[in-house]
Structure formats: C-alpha cells, structure tokens
Antibody
Framework: EVQLVQSGAEVKKSGESLRISCKGS????????ISWVRQMPGKGLEWMGR????????KYSPSFQGHVTISADKSITTAFLQWSSLKASDTAMYYC???????????????WGQGTMVPVSS | SYELTQPPSVSVSPGQTASITCSGE??????ACWYQQKPGQSPVVVIY???KRPSGIPERFSGSNSGNTATLTISGTQAMDEADYYC?????????FGSGTKVTVL
C-alpha cells in the first residue's frame, strides 16, 4: 500500500525548535516529490514548499521562505519539516503530500499523510 | 502573487447539482485540480488535470476549466459529499490553493 505516515502531535513553546517527519512506503520514494501543506485552525490549505527526494532540491512559497526548512533522507524514505524557533502563530495542522507528476504542469497531490498537529504556546 | 478565489459556501439539496467555482487570472491556461476535505480528515483529490477523476471517485464528480474559471460539479449530490472543497493550481512552480468552499447538503 502506498502511504505517507507522519510523526505524532508535538506540544511546543515559543522559541523552541521542532522537526516533524513524513515516511513514505509502498513506492519508489525518490521518484516523487513531496510537498508540505499548512492548515491553521478553522482555515484553508496553504502550500509551504516541496522537495525532490532524489537530490534534495527544494522550492518554497514566498510566504514560508526563511521560516521553515524542508529536507529529506532517502536512505530512510523520510521527508522533514523543521523550525529553528517556533512562534504561537505556527500553531496548525501540517500535512505532507506526494506529487503525482512531479514538476509537470498537470501535477497534483495524490497521496496525503494523516497530518501532524503542532500547538505552540506563547 | 497568484490567487485563486472560491465562494465561501454552497448549499444544495440532496439529489441536486452543486457547482463550485474557482477564479484566477488565466486559470484556463494552467491545470486545475480539486480536493475534498471532511472534518478531521486529510484532503483527497477528486479531480486532476481539469477533468480527470482518480480511481475510486464517483462519476458524479466532474470538472472543467476555461478562461479565468475552473468549476467542480457534483451531480446528484449525496449527504456524504458534505465537505470543504479546495481548488489548486501551479504558478511558476509554486503551489496555490483556493480559499475553500464549504458544501452543505440541506
């Protein structure tokens, strides 16, 4: 079964660092890009950025550039999203999603992780 | 930055047709896809490449995209279709989601 399994919920405080993970299985991990998507409480979906696990090349949304870091370790088929200093405004559900046609104009997110909730207290 | 605009809400009676629009500059020149998200669940793609349905998605879901507007149509809407729906497209390699539409089946 093709799936993305994310790490569990993390309760953090402002200023703390955090890295959450997204493990792919059931497919060739290096053959498909992975994106991260934020959903703040009661709000819509926001694309944060993506990574090509084959060479770790990344692209970020201007809204998130410099605030988060996306990485991947293909040896353990896992992508990561990390913060060096969390803010209360980072409180959200974070999803990873697989690209179906990595980089092509007709690309879509065909497989999603179950989400990781990150509450950040001030 | 590129923006996609959706109506906040759409109401539909069971068995009737619901249409959800997604507007963006020259959206018809890009590919649009649509995601369904039910409360407490991850999004699921229901339409990709403007008009294609993934396996397992009911035939009552269809899509179109022309000019500045993409449309998701749910024919014969069922109670199980009540959810939030998001359009999505790519602009210069950057992903963009629409603001989302809550579909209520009355």
């Amino acid at each position: 079964e093709v799936q993305l399994v994310q790490s569990g919920a993390e309760v953090k405080k402002s200023g703390e660092s955090l890295r959450i993970s997204c493990k792919g299985s059931g497919y060739s991990f290096t053959g498909y890009w992975i994106s991260w998507v934020r959903q703040m409480p009661g709000k819509g979906l926001e694309w944060m950025g993506r990574i090509d696990p084959s060479d770790s090349h990344t692209k970020y949304s201007p809204s998130f550039q410099g605030h988060v870091t996306i990485s991947a370790d293909k040896s353990i088929t896992t992508a990561f999203l990390q913060w060096s200093s969390l803010k209360a405004s980072d409180t959200a559900m974070y999803y990873c999603a697989r690209h179906s046609y990595s980089g092509r104009p007709n690309d879509a997110f065909d497989i999603w992780g179950q989400g990781t909730m990150v509450p950040v207290s001030s | 930055s590129y923006e996609l605009t959706q109506p906040p809400s759409v109401s539909v009676s069971p068995g009737q047709t619901a249409s959800i629009t997604c507007s963006g500059e020259k959206l018809g020149d890009k590919y649009a896809c649509w995601y369904q998200q039910k409360p407490g669940q991850s999004p699921v793609v229901v339409i990709y490449e403007d008009t294609k349905r993934p396996s397992g998605i009911p035939e009552r879901f269809s899509g179109s995209n022309s000019g500045n507007t993409a449309t998701l149509t749910i024919s014969g809407t069922q109670a199980m279709d009540e959810a939030d729906y998001y359009c999505q497209a790519w602009d210069s390699g950057t992903g963009v989601f629409g603001s989302g539409t809550k579909v209520t089946v009355l």
